[in-house]
T-cell receptor
Framework: GAVVSQHPSRVICKSGTSVKIECRSLDFQATTMFWYRQFPKKSLMLMATSNEGSKATYEQGVEKDKFLINHASLTLSTLTVTSAHPEDSSFYIC????????????FGPGTRLTVL | ELKVEQNPLFLSMQEGKNYTIYCNYSTTSDRLYWYRQDPGKSLESLFVLLSNGAVKQEGRLMASLDTKARLSTLHITAAVHDLSATYFC?????????????FGKGTHLIIQP
């Protein structure tokens, strides 16, 4: 149990295009999901907290108009990188907390984004 | 601002040796987590430490937590090559589990035959 999937696992896109990444909790409901970004050989940095049915909470320095987050259901959160640029190339990892169990986070397999 | 510091950031060691990775954090936190990451992969949960004095062991890895010193350790006993990976510690944000995790920079561990 407690499986989180991400789609796609890898994406290559041209500069200026938008890319949508999906994060799904497969066998539990998640009121809260988190989006992290990891640059090569660096640590994970929390980008935003996604709450089902409400607006996401963004960390300082993360542009909410560039990284659009939608959490329309208890099993799905999406991150859309709008007008992507090469500096947005990174490994994006989501995690999900089961409803009522905020002290647990289950991580997805990650999405590697390369912007040409 | 919550800060999490790990040391060392890079460690090369021989098989069969013991070593400890340290994780310090700057403010009170309810929980401390240890994760393993292999190249190109996501995080694998190793331990969740919930209280002062907590000690957990799994195979050759043992983690402990001292909340008064705001220090956690990950001890490796008789290292084997398969343990080569990057290890991260992380703590809950100020809002507990509602705020996401703050990660240390990671310890890149290489175990040589």
């Amino acid at each position: 149990g407690a499986v989180v999937s991400q789609h796609p696992s890898r994406v290559i896109c041209k500069s200026g295009t938008s890319v949508k990444i999906e994060c799904r909790s497969l066998d539990f409901q998640a009121t809260t999901m988190f989006w992290y970004r990891q640059f090569p050989k660096k640590s994970l940095m929390l980008m935003a907290t996604s709450n089902e049915g409400s607006k996401a909470t963004y960390e300082q320095g993360v542009e909410k108009d560039k990284f659009l987050i939608n959490h329309a259901s208890l099993t799905l959160s999406t991150l859309t990188v709008t007008s992507a640029h090469p500096e947005d190339s990174s490994f994006y990892i989501c995690s999900a907390s089961p409803s009522g169990r905020r002290n647990e986070q289950f991580f997805g397999p990650g999405t590697r984004l390369t912007v040409l | 601002e919550l800060k999490v510091e790990q040391n060392p950031l890079f460690l090369s060691m021989q098989e069969g040796k013991n070593y400890t990775i340290y994780c310090n954090y700057s403010t009170t936190s309810d929980r401390l987590y240890w994760y393993r990451q292999d190249p190109g992969k996501s995080l694998e949960s190793l331990f969740v430490l919930l209280s002062n004095g907590a000690v957990k062991q799994e195979g050759r890895l043992m983690a402990s937590l001292d909340t008064k010193a705001r220090l956690s350790t990950l001890h490796i006993t008789a290292a084997v090559h398969d343990l080569s990976a990057t290890y991260f510690c992380a703590v809950d944000g100020p809002g507990g589990g509602a705020d996401g995790l703050t990660f240390g920079k990671g310890t890149h561990l290489i175990i040589q035959p």
